[in-house]
């Protein structure tokens, strides 16, 4: 693949990965629509067989590799929904997978990467301590790490969710997609923005180490410290030598937003209210943030509910705010 994308690298995505990831509903919400006076429509990426989007991504980038490449396996550094996907694609491939993970990371997610077979190494208390031995893997036992956002493969695979809402909505006005890394933004953004540029990208991010947001303000990737909050799956650098997500995310989005931890909060009982979903607060950032700000009256806005991989006790905690 050459050094920029093209909308033919979105339709072999697209290809490529139908046998490993779901086509998900666009579902409208009447309750959503109503309180809120537009036409709010959600992608459900959480209906993903992993439970959140990153399988397109991983799927494209592993169905890439040759067969020699495949052989020797494949590595992530992960907070979670990454590794998943990686380990899930391998296990359906019959190859090696190993995950280098934090231990920030919720146990929920580390046991189910054990039963996808993956070989789990905790490493540190950050993602770049797990990103380091990462790399130390591939050096050493030429397995080949699948980068969880700054790829082109990568990025295509998200892309194809772009694709899918202009099939389902092809009147969307906005897309309001939850931001780390840039993966996911840079994708949907390119795919939709290709069609009608006028389309509105909106990014959301959680108050606490906005890494991409702060980096757009400086005009470079910038380096924070992580805190704990309820967007874990937002949590990550989005590292100084970024290739890609960086300058995509800045020539696409429109608005780079903050969303604050009660909002998450709020945004993840609308889903278990509204819709009987349980999703992470990484992917009820959008909602939040709509939630908080009304949005213009009859606009179409399609949110990326991206991931439910939330575990009982944090469930059980914003039904009741301590
Ligand atoms: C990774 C992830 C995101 C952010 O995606 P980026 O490509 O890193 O911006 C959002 N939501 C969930 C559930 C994720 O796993």
């Given at each position: 693949?050459?050094?920029?994308?093209?909308?033919?690298?979105?339709?072999?995505?697209?290809?490529?990965?139908?046998?490993?990831?779901?086509?998900?509903?666009?579902?409208?919400?009447?309750?959503?629509?109503?309180?809120?006076?537009?036409?709010?429509?959600?992608?459900?990426?959480?209906?993903?067989?992993?439970?959140?989007?990153?399988?397109?991504?991983?799927?494209?980038?592993?169905?890439?590799?040759?067969?020699?490449?495949?052989?020797?396996?494949?590595?992530?550094?992960?907070?979670?929904?990454?590794?998943?996907?990686?380990?899930?694609?391998?296990?359906?491939?019959?190859?090696?997978?190993?995950?280098?993970?934090?231990?920030?990371?919720?146990?929920?997610?580390?046991?189910?990467?054990?039963?996808?077979?993956?070989?789990?190494?905790?490493?540190?208390?950050?993602?770049?301590?797990?990103?380091?031995?990462?790399?130390?893997?591939?050096?050493?036992?030429?397995?080949?790490?699948?980068?969880?956002?700054?790829?082109?493969?990568?990025?295509?695979?998200?892309?194809?969710?772009?694709?899918?809402?202009?099939?389902?909505?092809?009147?969307?006005?906005?897309?309001?997609?939850?931001l780390?890394?840039?993966?996911?933004?840079?994708?949907?953004?390119?795919?939709?923005?290709?069609?009608?540029?006028?389309?509105?990208?909106?990014g959301?991010s959680?108050?606490?180490?906005a890494v991409m947001y702060e980096s757009l303000k400086?005009?470079?990737?910038?380096?924070?410290?992580?805190?704990?909050?309820?967007?874990?799956?937002?949590?990550?650098?989005?590292?100084?030598?970024?290739?890609?997500?960086?300058?995509?995310?800045?020539?696409?989005?429109?608005?780079a937003?903050l969303?604050?931890?009660?909002?998450?909060?709020?945004?993840?009982?609308?889903?278990?209210?509204?819709?009987?979903?349980?999703?992470?607060?990484?992917?009820?950032?959008?909602?939040?943030?709509?939630?908080?700000?009304?949005?213009?009256?009859?606009?179409?806005?399609?949110?990326?509910?991206?991931?439910?991989?939330?575990?009982?006790?944090?469930?059980?905690?914003?039904?009741?705010?301590?």
């Open positions: 693949m050459g050094q920029q994308l093209t909308p033919r690298d979105l339709w072999k995505a697209k290809w490529r990965i139908k046998s490993v990831a779901e086509i998900t509903p666009l579902l409208y919400s009447e309750p959503l629509s109503r309180q809120l006076g537009a036409n709010i429509y959600l992608k459900l990426e959480s209906n993903q067989p992993t439970g959140a989007f990153k399988l397109r991504g991983a799927a494209n980038k592993i169905l890439s590799l040759s067969q020699e490449e495949l052989r020797k396996g494949v590595a992530a550094f992960s907070t979670g929904n990454h590794g998943i996907a990686v380990a899930y694609v391998a296990k359906q491939l019959g190859i090696k997978a190993t995950v280098c993970l934090s231990n920030r990371v919720p146990q929920e997610k580390v046991n189910r990467l054990k039963r996808l077979n993956a070989e789990v190494k905790i490493i540190g208390s950050n993602q770049d301590d797990a990103e380091e031995y990462c790399y130390q893997l591939e050096a050493e036992e030429g397995q080949t790490v699948i980068k969880p956002f700054d790829d082109l493969d990568v990025i295509a695979g998200q892309g194809t969710i772009g694709l899918e809402i202009l099939e389902q909505c092809p009147d969307v006005d906005q897309v309001v997609i939850p780390s890394g840039g993966g996911l933004l840079s994708g949907i953004a390119f795919a939709v923005k290709t069609v009608d540029p006028a389309i509105n990208i909106t959301v959680m108050e606490k180490a400086a005009g470079r990737p910038v380096v924070m410290q992580e805190e704990e909050t309820l967007a874990d799956s937002l949590l990550g650098g989005i590292g100084t030598d970024n290739q890609y997500t960086f300058s995509m995310t800045k020539q696409y989005i429109d608005q937003v969303v604050s931890e009660q909002s998450i909060a709020s945004g993840m009982r609308a889903m278990l209210e509204f819709h009987k979903m349980a999703v992470e607060g990484a992917a009820a950032s959008g909602i939040g943030w709509l939630l908080d700000k009304q949005p213009q009256n009859d606009r179409n806005i399609v949110v990326i509910i991206s991931g439910n991989n939330v575990d009982h006790q944090t469930i059980q905690r914003i039904i009741k705010p301590r």
